[in-house]
């Protein structure tokens, strides 16, 4: 048989490997010596003679495997091992009983308060040898085991990190990206305009201002003003937008809400809101559905999705019409809102949910609406939010909360 590797102390290339420790404890001299004679070219053997004793090497050496005694005056290895594993500092550490009882009835006892073996006296030398090196191997595997999870944490714990800087780097670029083009078309125009009033403000003083240089500068003032006007305006709804994002939770609080009765409320104000665009809802909610939840957010959600529907899903100028349904499941309800419109097309349905996605650029919209849901959804409600939709079949989505949400963030 090889010899054991050690266990508890990781072998580095080049450097020998340190030899696992075990701590022999008997009261009696002479079986500690024979132990130790035994195991010491494999091991590095460790020695106490009394329960005392042996606690205090234990928390200090922290062997890898602890050969203890029975019967001992004073505190007897019952109780030493009790203790060993009371304490957190040595509860890890294997106990292996060497006992001259051998009664099933003191197995028990042993193996009850954490011990893994019982060896008894008086013992073979060889069987003891491939008991302790059995479990000295079985040490180091566990060691190994606890040592790869708790490296596996740490990669999770800092690839989520990795992917929250990702994804924050990406929402900060896109704020960046799409404010500057506004604020560029606005610095052009004004300093455009700033240089011209300069050039007329020069004619004007030299006395060789004309009524054409008058009439040009007023049109081209006109033209600016309203560039800036409509860029900064532009830029104004942006950060409206972002500020959504950010506040997304802001000034709502728990509170327990009728579902039914909310769903509707939730739609009639948003058609009041919204007097010029024509959409029907249909809300079909089993009666008494209480949930407690951010109503606010709720409301928020809702919004966003007839939003969607009034602008995307009926391009064609027909009714528009949306069914909220809700279907109550095993941890809270399922809310479906479902349009029979023009759906989406599925290289673009991996894409609705990032920020400044939009399949309408250019015509006054700016892609953070189903990113907004998303973040409500996910972090204030709690819930998890699907979008399905094929291109001609409608677009429905698929919002599961939980039926109480107790905490503010996620
Ligand atoms: N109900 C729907 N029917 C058809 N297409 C939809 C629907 N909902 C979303 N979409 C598509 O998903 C895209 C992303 O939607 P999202 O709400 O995030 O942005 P947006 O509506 O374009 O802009 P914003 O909401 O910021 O003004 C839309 O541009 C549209 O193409
Ligand atoms: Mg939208």
């Avoid at 132990?35 to 091991?43: F, Y």
């Avoid at 013992?123 to 490296?151: G, T």
Wanted: charged content about 20%; hydrophobic content about 45%.
């Amino acid at each position: 048989m090889s010899a054991p590797t050690a266990a508890g102390a990781p072998t580095t290339a080049g450097a020998p490997a340190a030899k696992p420790k075990v701590l022999v404890v008997d009261d009696q001299p002479v079986n500690v010596k024979a132990l130790g004679a035994l195991l010491q070219p494999e091991v590095d053997a460790l020695f106490a003679t009394d329960g005392a004793g042996a606690l205090a090497k234990a928390a200090q050496l922290a062997p890898d495997l602890i050969l203890l005694d029975v019967d001992m005056p004073g505190m007897d290895g019952y109780e030493v091992c009790h203790r060993l594993k009371a304490d957190p500092k040595t509860a890890d550490i294997p106990v292996v009983f060497v006992t001259g009882m051998s009664q099933t009835q003191d197995e028990e006892k042993g193996l009850a308060l954490g011990a893994i073996d019982y060896i008894a006296k008086p013992f073979q030398p060889a069987i003891v040898k491939a008991r302790v090196r059995n479990h000295l191997e079985l040490k180091r595997s566990r060691d190994a085991l606890v040592e790869s999870y708790r490296r596996l944490e740490a990669t999770q714990a800092s690839l989520v990190q990795a992917e929250k800087m990702a994804s924050l780097g990406q929402l900060v670029a896109g704020v960046a990206h799409e404010i500057n083009t506004p604020l560029g078309v606005a610095l052009t125009a004004a300093s455009h305009l700033f240089e011209r009033a300069g050039f007329l403000d020069e004619r004007f003083r030299s006395g060789r201002m004309t009524k054409t240089d008058l009439e040009s500068f007023l049109s081209l003032h006109k033209n600016s003003s309203d560039l800036v006007l409509s860029s900064l305006e532009r830029s104004a709804v942006l950060v409206q937008r972002f500020k959504q994002i950010a506040t997304a939770q802001a000034q709502d609080s728990l509170a327990e809400i009728d579902l039914g009765t909310h769903l509707i409320d939730a739609f009639g104000l948003w058609a009041s809101a919204n007097p010029d665009r024509d959409l029907n809802a249909d809300v079909s909610c089993p009666p008494d559905v209480v949930l407690q939840t951010f109503p606010a957010a709720l409301t928020r959600l809702l919004h966003t999705l007839f939003d969607n529907v009034a602008a995307h899903a009926y391009p064609g100028g027909e009714t528009a019409a949306v069914d909220v349904r809700v279907d109550i499941t095993g941890s809270g309800v399922e809310l479906a809102v479902a349009d029979h419109g023009v759906g989406i097309a599925p290289e673009a349905m991996a894409k609705v949910f990032d920020p400044f996605y939009t399949a309408r650029r250019g015509e006054g919209f700016v892609g953070l609406g189903l990113t907004i849901a998303y973040n409500l959804v996910t972090s204030t409600l709690h819930g998890t939010i699907v979008i399905e939709a094929t291109p001609g079949g409608g677009t429905t989505a698929r919002v599961n909360l939980p039926s109480r949400v107790t905490s503010a963030v996620r």
